[in-house]
């Protein structure tokens, strides 16, 4: 079975930096893609950044580049993204998620809050 | 401003047929990069109902259909429930942009 769960939100004060997990399971983990998808409250979804199964290739989308940083472990089945200059907007659930041959599969999300 | 297109809302009664559409370009679903749906309630993650286009995951019921035509794509839900009410997300993916894309949800009212 196929499990993604995230952990590492929190409160965190503007400008502050946070560590998300992500740790992936029913799957061979270094042979697919991995991405970061974003929902702030109320809002719809916004693709955040991915990287490729090997971790050489990170993608970002515009409004984070500079500022959060994607990387993966494939010998602990682990992605993260390293989230620095955090900023009132930044505020959403967090989830990772992939593309498998089998299917679609989304964690169940962690919350950012950056609120002074 | 989403990079896929959705109307913001739909609604119909018990038992009908509605669809909700999703608009890309070429490239995106033009460029015949998968189509995905998901189903989302309020305060949970979303739910996948359809996969590379037209795949039910198992447990989606087969009222969930899904169709792709050139830069579109449509999701069909047919007998209309209560439990349908949700927002609906389409998602591909975009060359220009190197990842995924989404529309910016339809809310679902059952009337």
């Known amino acids: 079975e196929v499990q993604l769960l995230e952990s590492g939100g929190g409160l965190v004060q503007p400008g502050g930096s946070l560590r998300l997990s992500c740790a992936a399971s029913g799957f061979k983990f270094n042979h697919y893609g991995m991405n970061w998808v974003r929902q702030a409250p109320g809002k719809g979804l916004e693709w955040v950044s991915a990287i490729s199964g090997s971790g050489n290739s990170p993608y970002y989308a515009d409004s984070v580049k500079g500022r959060l940083t994607i990387s993966r472990d494939n010998s602990k089945n682990t992605l993260f993204l390293q989230m620095n200059s955090l900023r009132v907007d930044d505020t959403a659930v967090y989830y990772c998620a992939t593309n498998l041959t089998q299917g679609v599969f989304w964690g169940q999300g962690t919350m950012v809050t950056v609120s002074s | ?111």
């Open chain 2, 1 to 111: 401003q989403s990079v896929l297109t959705q109307p913001p809302s739909v609604s119909g009664a018990p038992g009908q047929r509605l669809t909700i559409s999703c608009t890309g370009s070429r490239s995106n679903i033009g460029a015949h990069f998968d189509v995905h749906w998901y189903q989302q309630l309020p305060g949970t993650a979303p739910k996948v109902l359809i996969y590379g286009d037209l795949n039910r995951p198992s447990g989606v019921p087969d009222r969930f259909s899904a169709s792709k035509s050139g830069t579109s794509a449509s999701l069909a839900i047919t007998g209309l429930q209560i439990e349908d009410e949700a927002d609906y997300y389409c998602q591909s993916y975009d060359s220009r942009l190197n990842g995924w894309v989404f529309g910016g949800g339809t809310k679902l009212t059952v009337l």
